[in-house]
């Protein structure tokens, strides 16, 4: 078995739906209940909650976005590439890695309402990273628009939408 396929194993990582491999290693107690959450919400939010996620280089993971702020954090493995448009149509490029004298960032926010994409930066590695998402994250709160309806939204980044979507 490879290394790869260890990690997988030893944190209990399954498929996630926008690529790669998750599992939810915290979850908070406490809520904020609905009446105190923006009118985006329609249901009650836990705190907190937070991920372990790992992409590998023969994939990605797919242009989405969360009503919620998402932090990345970086743990091992190769630099993850990690690709945001803005409500307004802002492209920005991060690195998230180790490296920091070298440009990279340990550290991520995507905030609320961004959409945003992810790709492993060298080839035949793969990257492992963890979500934290405050209020907690909900799948009720993701949307993973197919390529034709994030073209429609941003026309002007139509080849990197192409490059991170799946249909």
């Avoid at 908070?28 to 991920?51: A, H, P, V, Y």
């Avoid at 994409?117 to 907690?136: H, Q, R």
Wanted: hydrophobic fraction near 35%; glycine fraction near 8%.
């Amino acid at each position: 078995m490879n290394k790869l396929n260890k990690i997988i194993e030893k944190l209990g990582l399954e498929p996630h739906p926008e690529g790669g491999y998750f599992r939810e290693t915290y979850r908070s107690i406490g809520e904020i209940n609905e009446e105190s959450l923006g009118k985006e919400f329609s249901s009650s939010r836990n705190f907190s909650t937070c991920i372990y996620f790992l992409l590998t280089s023969d994939s990605f993971s797919a242009f989405h976005r969360i009503k919620q702020d998402e932090i990345w954090h970086f743990y091992d493995g190769s630099p993850i590439k990690l690709h945001t448009i803005s409500e307004r149509g802002k492209h920005r490029e991060y690195v998230i890695g180790k490296n920091i004298l070298n440009g990279e960032q340990p550290q991520v926010v995507v905030n609320a309402g961004d959409w945003f994409a992810a790709e492993v930066i060298n080839k035949d590695e793969f990257s492992l990273v963890g979500c934290t998402v405050a209020p907690g994250f909900s799948f009720e709160d993701f949307e993973l628009p197919s390529r034709e309806e994030l073209i429609s939204i941003f026309p002007e980044h139509e080849n990197l939408i192409t490059e991170f979507t799946r249909k």
